[in-house]
């Protein structure tokens, strides 16, 4: 399996000093799903949401948020611990091993000068305060088929959350994530082919901005 360090050193450079991992770059106020990839085969991918900064459309390679549940990597899972995490990170020269990604959403009601001291815009936080109050165990709605609790599941929570909030129109979280795995499958087998160059942004066909 590559590594991260390969798959982010294997994109096309697009600006001096700067090998990007995705095209076309997110743009606020776009809400991105995305897929690090862990295992290629079978393929295996942490899930996060990424929402690029206001201020800074001008620049070739957006800053942003990124929002997702994540792990103390304990090898049992029935003794793992999760907890949310909003970090700030540049997806488009992210050394995580970017596999795929989708806009899902939009952020509403936002203006760049919405900008508190860290750099977050107003609808960045407010999106971040709704994924942060979603709790770290299998959601009522997984039960019957999730056994454990894992950054997927939560995605799907967090879709369902979203929907309800008015970020995104997703009424059917089981066609996102299908179509997250086709996105991912591919690049998965492309990286065994050593054919992978760098993620694809697209907009979803199963979610969109509400």
């Given amino acids: 399996m590559a590594t991260s360090q390969q798959l982010a050193s294997s994109a096309e450079p697009k600006s001096p000093g700067a090998r990007l991992t995705i095209d076309p770059l997110p743009h606020y106020p776009d809400i991105v799903l995305a897929l690090n990839v862990i295992e290629t085969s079978p393929p295996k991918f942490h899930w996060y949401f990424f929402v690029p900064d206001a201020g800074d459309a001008h620049l070739d390679v957006q800053a942003g948020l990124k929002m997702h549940a994540t792990t103390d990597f304990s090898p049992s899972p029935a003794e793992r611990t999760w907890c949310f995490d909003a970090e700030r990170t540049t997806l488009a020269t992210d050394e995580g091993g970017l596999a795929a990604a989708a806009v899902v959403g939009r952020l509403t009601g936002a203006t760049a000068s919405q900008v508190d001291g860290e750099g977050e815009s107003g609808t960045q936080g407010a999106l ?83």
């Fill in 128 to 210: 971040r305060d709704l994924l942060a109050r979603i709790p770290m165990s299998v959601p009522d709605a997984d039960r019957a088929r999730e056994p454990v609790f894992t950054c997927r599941v939560w995605v799907r929570e967090a879709l369902r959350r979203m929907h309800g909030a008015g970020y995104v129109r997703c009424p059917d979280v089981d066609a996102v994530e299908e179509e997250m795995w086709g996105y991912g499958r591919a690049a998965a087998r492309a990286i065994e082919d050593e054919t992978f160059a760098f993620a694809s942004l697209v907009q979803s066909l199963s979610s969109r901005a509400a």
